[in-house]
């Protein structure tokens, strides 16, 4: 199933490598859609990793901005700027008719990146996983030729989900550079400390945080599959990633919530064989 790298285009190797959950995911799209997929992956990767390789704000503005520019050239029918992902990504959204608005709504959705502040509560921290996380998952849905209302939602509820057990997995990370994506509130209620995360410290106090969090990302996940049965079996692939939110909440949920233990950071060796038993039966 996974092809040999030399077999794959630049954004399915950019996906490969750098989001991998999302290429196995992809893999299970039908072949004419597939690089479709990856370039619309690669492309949520370029917006995404904004604020890792700008040292400034404004710098990212204008990074993103780059993107505004070439989505708006795509849909104007302007010249496309030359890049490994923006022709690809051209292609696609003209070829396949893809909505404007939900990439506009992604690359708009990572200027929150570039502000340090964690979110204020758990609602604002569930609107963030919508906005970088829905809009993928429906662009998704309509290069597969699904876009009826119940697949559009249920594309919500499995972005939310996906996106949630990723800013959980990612505390680490964000960690390191004295980041915190974790709501204030929950933070203060249960007396975590961003003092001991930004120390690699794992605490008590912010496990049940993890919990809330992750309870929210399992409810998302259960309205998704509450629709399976007004879906077409089309629209499978690209709600495949709910599989994975399962797989990583799960890991999550026996290490005690604490995103600090070694297996939650470590990609789960049965992704795959999940991905296609999920597939076979039309289930996410």
Not at 70 to 87: K, Q, S, T
Not at 181 to 205: V, Y
Not at 238 to 246: E, G, H, I, S, V
Not at 258 to 272: T, W
């Amino acid at each position: 199933m996974v092809k040999a790298a030399t077999d794959l285009s630049y954004c399915g190797r950019e996906v490969r490598k750098y989001d991998n959950d999302h290429f196995l995911a992809g893999l299970f799209t039908p072949a004419d859609r597939r690089e479709a997929t990856f370039a619309l992956y690669a492309f949520n990767l370029e917006i995404a990793k904004t604020r890792e390789v700008v040292s400034e704000p404004i710098l990212g503005q204008m990074r993103l901005q780059f993107w505004r520019d070439g989505i708006e050239a795509v849909y104007e029918d302007g010249p496309v700027p030359r890049h490994e992902v923006m022709e690809p990504l051209a292609q696609a959204a003209r070829g396949l008719e893809l909505s404007r608005a939900l990439f506009d709504r992604l690359i708009d959705a990572r200027e929150a990146d570039l502000d340090d502040a964690p979110p204020a509560d758990l609602t604002c921290l569930v609107n963030y996983a919508e906005v970088t996380g829905a809009p993928l998952v429906q662009l998704a849905l309509e290069i597969l030729g699904v876009r009826d209302a119940a697949a559009m939602a249920a594309g919500r509820h499995v972005g939310i989900a996906y996106a949630l057990s990723g800013i959980l997995r990612a505390v680490p990370f964000l960690a390191r550079q004295h980041r915190l994506r974790l709501p204030d509130d929950l933070m203060q209620r249960h007396g975590a400390k961003a003092e001991d995360l930004f120390a690699g410290r794992s605490t008590p106090e912010l496990r049940p945080v993890v919990g809330e969090i992750a309870d929210v990302a399992r409810k998302h996940l259960a309205e998704a599959r509450d629709l399976r049965r007004e879906l077409p079996r089309e629209a499978i692939p690209a709600l495949l990633p709910a599989t994975l939110a399962d797989l990583h909440l799960g890991v999550i949920s026996r290490e005690g919530n604490d995103v600090f233990a070694p297996r939650v950071l470590l990609a789960n060796p049965f992704r795959q064989l999940r991905l296609g038993w999920a597939a076979m039966r039309g289930r996410y």
